[in-house]
Structure formats: structure tokens, C-alpha cells
């Protein structure tokens, strides 16, 4: 309990300080992963909160299709193809950070559009559609300042100049289209596979 208190004191100086915060988290403290992935799960979480609970003017989605679990991990899908694409393309451009180094800037990043999100989600409740445009701002809010700490927590744990970053960034969004792209290659020929077994045992077990 102590370790995680200590560890939310460093997500708050994260918040306000990125620089600092996210050297201390590589060069300084011990990593412990605990709250990161306390972090993550809450997120995970907020977007199943999101889809049921956002207030019925602006709820369009339908809710008796909700899957829990299909929600749960496409809301964190984006996050772990981010953390694999960068990854695998810093690997390419001397990027010192490691795996986990990353998985904690993202998970820290997170705060503020984990607060933002839930916090519009109640407020989505008692609002009219006529104030809805300041709710989306307000929400944009926690995605920019996401953004930010995502930018800078980057840059200090690979040791990038802020232009070898954005290169960097460019270069893990193709990575993420290539693995998606194979990813469903390999998923349609897994597919084609087992459709055919299939068909060769029925035939096989109607001649037999």
C-alpha cells in the first residue's frame, strides 16, 4: 500500500511536471508496475462506463449488444498496438527505452483523460444536447493533455529531440497499420484453414 501511495504522489507530479516526472520514473525511482496496470484497468473500465451510462442525448449506442468483455478490450486494443509498434520502431531508431519504460508512460499519460472521460460521462447526464459541444470540449480537455505526456514521456525515456520524436511517432503509426494489416491476414488465412478442415472431415465422414 505504501509503494502504490508513493507511486500515485509520482503520478501527480507527472501531471504538472512531464520532464521531471517521467526522468525520475527511468533514471531515479524503482519501476514497479502495480499502479500502471491499476491505471490501465480503470481505463478499460471507464470505457465500458461510457458506453452504458453516458446520458441517454447523447448515447447512440446500442445497448443490447453490449458485450462487456469485447468493450473492455477494444478500449485497451489502441494502447497495447502503441506500446508494441513503438517498441519494435525505437528498436530501429536508438531508442533507450524499454518495453516496460514505455507500458508506464503510456499507463501514467492516462490520467488526466481517465478523469476526463468519467468526469464526462456524469456530466452527460445533465446536459442538453445545446451545451453538448462544451462537453466534448471539456473531454478534449484530458485527450490533448493526454497527448502532451505521451509526447514528452517519450522523448525523455528514448532521449529524443523533440523532431527525432515526431519521426519516431510517424513511424509507429505505419508500424501499427502493418501489424493490423497482418494480423488480419493471418487471422483470414487461419480462417480459410480451418474452413477447409472442416469441409474435408464432413466429406470424409459422409463417405464413411
Same mark, same amino acid.
Given at each position: 500500500?505504501?509503494?502504490?501511495?508513493?507511486?500515485?504522489?509520482?503520478?501527480?507530479?507527472?501531471?504538472?511536471?512531464?520532464?521531471?516526472?517521467?526522468?525520475?520514473?527511468?533514471?531515479?525511482?524503482?519501476?514497479?508496475?502495480?499502479?500502471?496496470?491499476?491505471?490501465?484497468?480503470?481505463?478499460?473500465?471507464?470505457?465500458?462506463?461510457?458506453?452504458?451510462?453516458?446520458?441517454?442525448?447523447?448515447?447512440?449506442?446500442?445497448?443490447?449488444?453490449?458485450?462487456?468483455?469485447?468493450?473492455?478490450?477494444?478500449?485497451?486494443?489502441?494502447?497495447?498496438?502503441?506500446?508494441?509498434?513503438?517498441?519494435?520502431?525505437?528498436?530501429?531508431?536508438?531508442?533507450?527505452?524499454?518495453?516496460?519504460?514505455?507500458?508506464? =508512460? /503510456?499507463?501514467?499519460?492516462? &490520467?488526466? +483523460?481517465? !478523469?476526463?472521460? %468519467?468526469?464526462?460521462?456524469?456530466?452527460?447526464? *445533465? @446536459?442538453?444536447?445545446?451545451?453538448?459541444?462544451?462537453?466534448?470540449?471539456?473531454?478534449?480537455?484530458?485527450?490533448?493533455?493526454?497527448?502532451?505526456?505521451?509526447?514528452?514521456?517519450?522523448? =525523455? /525515456?528514448?532521449?529524443?529531440? &523533440?523532431? +527525432?520524436? !515526431?519521426?519516431? %511517432?510517424?513511424?509507429?503509426?505505419?508500424?501499427? *497499420? @502493418?501489424?493490423?494489416?497482418?494480423?488480419?491476414?493471418?487471422?483470414?488465412?487461419?480462417?480459410?484453414?480451418?474452413?477447409?478442415?472442416?469441409?474435408?472431415?464432413?466429406?470424409?465422414?459422409?463417405?464413411?
Amino acid at each position: 500500500m505504501a509503494e502504490l501511495i508513493s507511486e500515485a504522489r509520482q503520478v501527480w507530479h507527472v501531471l504538472f511536471h512531464p520532464f521531471d516526472g517521467f526522468y525520475d520514473v527511468k533514471f531515479v525511482r524503482k519501476k514497479t508496475y502495480a499502479l500502471a496496470f491499476v491505471i490501465l484497468f480503470l481505463y478499460g473500465i471507464s470505457g465500458i462506463l461510457s458506453y452504458q451510462y453516458t446520458g441517454f442525448i447523447l448515447n447512440y449506442n446500442p445497448l443490447f449488444e453490449m458485450n462487456s468483455f469485447v468493450i473492455f478490450a477494444t478500449t485497451l486494443f489502441p494502447l497495447l498496438l502503441f506500446l508494441i509498434s513503438n517498441w519494435s520502431v525505437t528498436a530501429l531508431f536508438d531508442g533507450s527505452g524499454s518495453l516496460g519504460d514505455i507500458f508506464i =508512460v /503510456i499507463c501514467y499519460s492516462l &490520467v488526466p +483523460k481517465l !478523469v476526463f472521460d %468519467l468526469l464526462g460521462v456524469a456530466l452527460s447526464n *445533465v @446536459v442538453v444536447r445545446e451545451e453538448a459541444a462544451l462537453l466534448y470540449a471539456l473531454v478534449a480537455v484530458g485527450t490533448v493533455w493526454f497527448c502532451f505526456l505521451l509526447f514528452c514521456g517519450l522523448c =525523455v /525515456i528514448h532521449e529524443y529531440t &523533440v523532431l +527525432k520524436n !515526431v519521426v519516431t %511517432l510517424i513511424a509507429t503509426f505505419c508500424a501499427a *497499420v @502493418v501489424i493490423v494489416f497482418l494480423a488480419m491476414m493471418y487471422f483470414t488465412l487461419l480462417a480459410k484453414v480451418i474452413g477447409f478442415v472442416d469441409a474435408l472431415f464432413a466429406e470424409w465422414s459422409r463417405r464413411w
